[in-house]
């Protein structure tokens, strides 16, 4: 069992930058493969970025690609998300997740363990 807790959302104007975090506990975090996703009011959960268990391989969904970057730190068990010049179409609910493997994971149905959500909102 592990216990996702995100953290670092908050109300940024467009072109703003924000740093989420996502701590983990309960199991040995590097066995664990990682990602972030949001959703939207009225939208589907969607995938933002993922990364590997050692942190050597990250994927973003092309949305994002050169605007956020994903990054873990497996002796604080913590990943991270950086979000850089926000738009307002980037607010969301942005929860992270986990799973076993050795591979990235792009789909929520493949993650295993969820955190509640941290709220992103820019303004315009």
């Known amino acids: 069992q592990v216990q996702l807790v995100e953290s670092g959302g908050g109300l940024v104007q467009a072109g703003g930058s924000l740093r989420l975090s996502c701590a983990a506990s309960?199991?040995?975090?590097?066995?664990?493969?990682m990602g972030w996703f949001r959703q939207a009011p009225g939208k589907e959960r969607e995938f933002v970025a993922a990364?590997?268990?050692?942190?050597?391989?990250?994927i973003y969904a092309d949305s994002v690609k050169d605007q956020f970057t994903i990054s873990r730190d497996n002796a604080k068990n913590t990943v991270y998300l950086q979000m850089n010049s926000l738009k307002p179409e980037d607010t969301a609910l942005y929860y992270c997740?986990?799973?076993?493997?050795?591979?990235?994971?792009?789909?929520?149905?493949?993650?295993?363990?969820w955190g509640q959500g941290t709220q992103v909102t820019v303004s315009s």
């Open positions: 997740a986990a799973r076993g493997g050795p591979s990235v994971y792009t789909t929520p149905e493949q993650y295993t363990y």
């Open positions: 309960g199991r040995t975090f590097s066995l664990y493969a």
């Open positions: 990364i590997t268990r050692s942190g050597g391989s990250t």
